[in-house]
């Protein structure tokens, strides 16, 4: 009977976490299916483009999308050079994915190496790598990669490049700031006093306790890190003449955007897409690994 008694009062609880969870996870059911298909067609793209990118067929030019009459042979129609816009914004996809799957990573672990040190060390070498800090996060960012393009030239390499020097600093200014709460915690006052050194510490105790603060931001950076690079082939000194990446079709496509408004504006709602299911995926993730960082932004 006491079982019974206490399987009923404990019902209604249960039954509020079950909801509870199924409204925190179905509202990434969404942004994750969408993530999803922006990395199959990334990494799929020589697969799933029905024609070659750069194929040029002058007498298809500026050919409608199919849903405007159009025909299936372009489903997404084409632009100036009679080049199919499906093809092109698949490989931009590619594009896209290759720059978040190198920047984001690398930038999280330089941010995060710097931030570690700085936190933990302190004195004059930490005061050193803030100013570097500091300094990066006080350039007028877009105008500094504009600047870094022009000298480098254009190139996916240098769009690395140039988006790594861009988006560090936002991981080591945060992660100083959890290291210095975190070094003054009993278990590493504790793992100080028996000897423990600085790098073993780091390795142990502190990298462990920052994992979820940096995944965190990284999801943020996604998105931004998208918008960067197609922001630097917008100004052209992002990828080279002819790759097709969205911010590079945005820029062709603009010259000619009443005679062609499908040129542009796919292209542009694809960009937005990726980059706001990368902002909700963020925000989910913020919120379920760290809610103290829910006004980071």
């Known amino acids: 009977m006491a079982h019974d008694a206490a399987a009923t009062l404990a019902a209604p609880v249960l039954e509020r976490r079950r909801r509870r969870n199924w409204r925190r996870y179905a509202g990434l059911s969404i942004p994750a299916a969408v993530a999803l298909v922006f990395v199959v067609c990334g990494a799929y793209a020589g697969l799933l483009a029905p024609d070659d990118p750069n194929f040029i067929v002058l007498p298809d030019r500026f050919e409608p999308p199919a849903f405007d009459g159009g025909t299936w042979d372009h489903a997404f129609g084409t632009d100036d050079l009679g080049r199919d816009i499906l093809s092109r914004i698949l490989h931009g996809a590619q594009v896209s994915l290759i720059v978040v799957v190198t920047v984001v990573p690398g930038a999280a672990i330089l941010g995060t190496l710097i931030g570690l040190v700085s ?64 070094r003054e915690r009993d278990f590493v006052i504790a793992s100080r006093a028996v000897g423990g050194g600085g790098v073993w510490i780091m390795r142990k105790h502190l990298f462990p306790n920052l994992v979820n603060v940096v995944v965190v931001v990284m999801t943020l950076e996604v998105a931004i890190v998208i918008l960067a690079e197609a922001a630097l082939s917008f100004l052209g000194v992002g990828v080279p003449p002819g790759t097709p990446s969205w911010g590079a079709m945005i820029t062709e496509a603009r010259n000619y955007m009443v005679q062609a408004w499908w040129a542009i504006w796919l292209p542009g709602i694809a960009l937005m897409i990726v980059s706001f299911t990368g902002n909700l995926m963020g925000d989910w993730l913020r919120d379920a690994l760290d809610p103290r960082l829910r006004n980071l932004r």
């Open 119 to 182: 936190g933990w060390r302190g004195g004059l070498t930490g005061n050193l790598l803030m100013r570097l800090t500091d300094i990066q996060l006080a350039l007028p960012s877009i105008l500094f990669a504009v600047f870094l393009g022009s000298v480098l030239g254009p190139s996916l390499r240098n769009v690395i490049i140039i988006l790594l020097i861009w988006t560090w600093s936002p991981y080591a200014r945060l992660v100083r700031a959890e290291t210095i709460s975190l």
